[in-house]
């Protein structure tokens, strides 16, 4: 019997071992995760410091020289995204509204969100003109067509700035006229 005894003392002193590791390792976890939120809010608190670094870059004040750098080499990635989105909008044949932002086709006249009018591009009417030219002179193949290729794109590119002109001068006279009235 006391070898029976013997047992059931030596599986219980043994449950209770194995009880108190396991309530540590719970503890051990629960503190590691403690430590890891911790980490992540030091983190955060960096991230802070160095946005208001280059924060205080951008509006033009003085920063260290180490962090001046650094600020340059971000302006330099941000510039890099820009031009990449541009692209991104170029190739999905979309403009940003100037007014709201929102997202337009290019060849829209006015915004669908604001009404604010949009700028035509002019740019994709030369284009069009020019491959339209150079498909005609391809066929007459000639160098005097050439030359009147050339003479005519110049023209066709002063008729569209003057009309560009012309259109924002309107716009402006258009801007200015409840202004006028209100006096």
Known sequence: MDFIKDVTKKV???AKVAV???SDLVEITKLNINIGAEK??????????????YDSFEKGEEVPAN????????????????????????????KICPSCGAEL????????RCGAKQEMPCKR????VQNCRDSQNIEAGSEDDQADKNVAEEDEASNVAEEEEASNVAEEEEANLPAEEEK
């Open 12 to 14: 219980a002193s043994t």
């Open 20 to 22: 108190k590791k396991s």
């Open 40 to 53: 992540d809010k030091i983190s955060k608190i960096y991230t802070q410091i160095g946005k208001t670094v």
């Open 125 to 128: 009417l030369i284009e069009d």
């Open 67 to 94: 962090f001046k750098d650094l600020c340059e080499r971000v302006l330099n990635i941000k510039e890099n995204i820009k031009k990449m989105e541009r692209q991104i909008l170029q190739l999905k044949n979309i």
């Open 105 to 112: 086709e290019t060849d829209v006249a006015f915004c669908s």
